[in-house]
Nanobody, 127 residues
Framework: QVQVVESGGGLVQAGGSLRLSCAAS????????MGWFRQAPGKEREFAAA????????YYADSVKGRFTISRDNAKNAVYLQMNSLKPEDTAVYYC????????????????????WGQGTQVTVSS
């Protein structure tokens, strides 16, 4: 059984930083391409960032590019989302997702490409 668990959310002032962490179990962690999505109140879930199995490829939504950095440590079975220069519009529940793939370079940026999801962690940015 695959489990995806996020941590690291919280309340931060605009301009501040947070780092989200995510662990995925059930298979060898390096077999997953990973992604972060977010859902703000009253809005649909949207893509934020993705990383390939090897960590060599990343992709970002325009709304977070230059402020957020996705990374992974396969030895620690973890993926991270470093969020800097946070804005009130970044307030959302952030979800980590895992996709099994045989290609080390694949990255995915639509929700339907991911099989496994965490429960989410709340990020609130105050103005």
């Amino acid at each position: 059984q695959v489990q995806v668990v996020e941590s690291g959310g919280g309340l931060v002032q605009a301009g501040g930083s947070l780092r989200l962490s995510c662990a995925a179990s059930g298979r060898t962690f390096s077999s997953y391409a990973m992604g972060w999505f977010r859902q703000a109140p009253g809005k649909e879930r949207e893509f934020a960032a993705a990383i390939s199995r090897s960590g060599g490829s990343t992709y970002y939504a325009d709304s977070v590019k230059g402020r957020f950095t996705i990374s992974r440590d396969n030895a620690k079975n973890a993926v991270y989302l470093q969020m800097n220069s946070l804005k009130p519009e970044d307030t959302a529940v952030y979800y980590c997702a895992a996709a099994v793939t045989f290609d080390y370079g694949n990255i995915y940026y639509t929700g339907d490409q991911y099989e496994y999801w965490g429960q989410g962690t709340q990020v609130t940015v105050s103005s």
